[in-house]
């Protein structure tokens, strides 16, 4: 039973570029959440998808869009990066309202 | 959700239990504590959660007062492995809102041999 999975593993990119990161959720889980982890820092939630919909949004500018594809997968995309955007992008993966949320290992982004 | 309040660090022998606290002091009557923790360059992990009686698991045990304001992971047997930041979080249960996690600073614990 494969866990989260998130691609890709390692991205360099420079100032103004965009970027698409990927995540396959957990084997039975509906529902993902994006979160953002600066150097140092706790994570950061960024939005949620249920259902194709962003069911929930932290504080984070439209710069940051996502999508949930109907087999429950998501894409995070950032667009006109900013030096601060560099991080560890997390991806989590939970069933429908449940608390228990799964990491994948995460997308280590740096924007030179 | 209710703001948590955790140690920034802690050190445990090998083998020895780990007592984690935190305080959650203006905890509400339907929220839930969650622990979770990141090992270095890993993604975060469930740990266990509780309401407001004592929970036990695999991993670990949570000790929640009587009056829900604080709370204690206990890990019985710390090995090296279990070195991490520890994050206490307090949430809502299971919600149609959405279940975002609130992460703090937590508490980053050295397991020493």
């Known amino acids: 039973d494969a866990g989260v999975t998130q691609s890709p593993t390692h991205l360099i990119k420079t100032r103004g570029q965009q970027v698409t990161l990927r995540c396959s959720p957990k084997?039975?889980?509906?529902?993902v959440s994006w979160y953002q982890q600066a150097l140092g820092q706790g994570p950061q939630f960024i939005f949620q998808?249920?259902?194709?919909?962003?069911?929930q949004r932290g504080n984070f500018p439209d710069r940051f869009s996502g999508h949930q594809f109907p087999n429950y997968s998501s894409e995070l995309n950032v667009n006109a990066l900013l030096l601060g955007d560099s991080a560890l992008y997390l991806c989590?993966?939970?069933?429908?309202?449940?608390?228990?949320?799964?990491f994948g290992p995460g997308t280590r982004l740096t924007v030179l | 959700d209710a703001k948590t309040t955790q140690p920034p660090s802690m050190d445990c022998a090998e083998g020895r239990a780990a007592n984690l606290p935190c305080n959650h002091s203006?905890?509400?009557?339907?929220?839930?504590v969650y622990w979770y923790r990141q090992i270095h360059s890993q993604g975060p992990q469930y740990i266990i959660h509780?309401?407001?009686n004592n929970e036990t698991n695999e991993m670990a045990s949570l000790i929640i007062t009587e009056d829900r304001k604080s709370s204690t992971l206990i890990l019985p047997h710390a090995t090296l492995r279990d070195t991490a930041v520890y994050y206490c979080?307090?949430?809502?249960?299971?919600?149609?809102?959405?279940?975002?996690?609130?992460f703090g600073g937590g508490t980053r614990l050295m397991v020493k041999p």
């Open positions: 989590a993966s939970s069933q429908g309202r449940r608390n228990e949320q799964f």
């Open positions: 084997s039975g889980h509906d529902t």
């Open positions: 998808y249920y259902e194709e919909e962003e069911r």
């Open positions: 203006t905890i509400s009557g339907n929220e839930y």
């Open positions: 509780g309401l407001k």
């Open positions: 979080i307090v949430r809502v249960g299971n919600n149609n809102a959405g279940n975002m996690l609130t």
